[in-house]
């Protein structure tokens, strides 16, 4: 069973930078697709990007395509999320998650990490 930790989290102005990492546990982290997901309050939990088991495939939403960059460290069991030109709609809770196929869709990640807050003041 693997454990997923998201840190990275905080409050940053408009146009500003965070890194986000989310740190997995167990010996099978590179046989999973690496998905990022984000809720705001009072709204569903959404598709942010995911990346391929080997790292050299990525996908992102619309809405912060060009902003972020998901990586990943096999290696070191962690996948990252560089999120660039900050903006207050991109406040949320954001969660790492792990699939065996590739998909944005939420009910069929099989581990969730507990989310890191993110805020983004005007």
């Known amino acids: 069973q693997a454990q997923l930790v998201e840190s990275g989290g905080g409050l940053v102005q408009a146009g500003g930078s965070l890194r986000l990492s989310c740190a997995a546990s167990?010996?099978?982290?590179?046989?999973?697709?690496m998905g990022w997901f984000r809720q705001a309050p009072e709204k569903e939990r959404e598709f942010v990007g995911i990346?391929?088991?080997?790292?050299?495939?990525?996908y992102y939403a619309d809405s912060v395509k060009g902003r972020f960059t998901i990586s990943r460290d096999n290696a070191k069991n962690t996948v990252y999320l560089q999120m660039n030109g900050l903006k207050p709609e991109d406040t949320a809770v954001y969660y790492c998650?792990?699939?065996?196929?590739?998909?944005?869709?939420?009910?069929?990640?099989?581990?969730w990490g507990q989310g890191t807050q993110v805020t983004v003041s005007s």
């Open positions: 990346i391929s088991r080997g790292g050299g495939i990525t």
């Open positions: 167990g010996r099978t982290f590179s046989t999973y697709a």
């Open positions: 998650a792990a699939t065996r196929e590739p998909t944005i869709r939420t009910y069929e990640y099989d581990y």
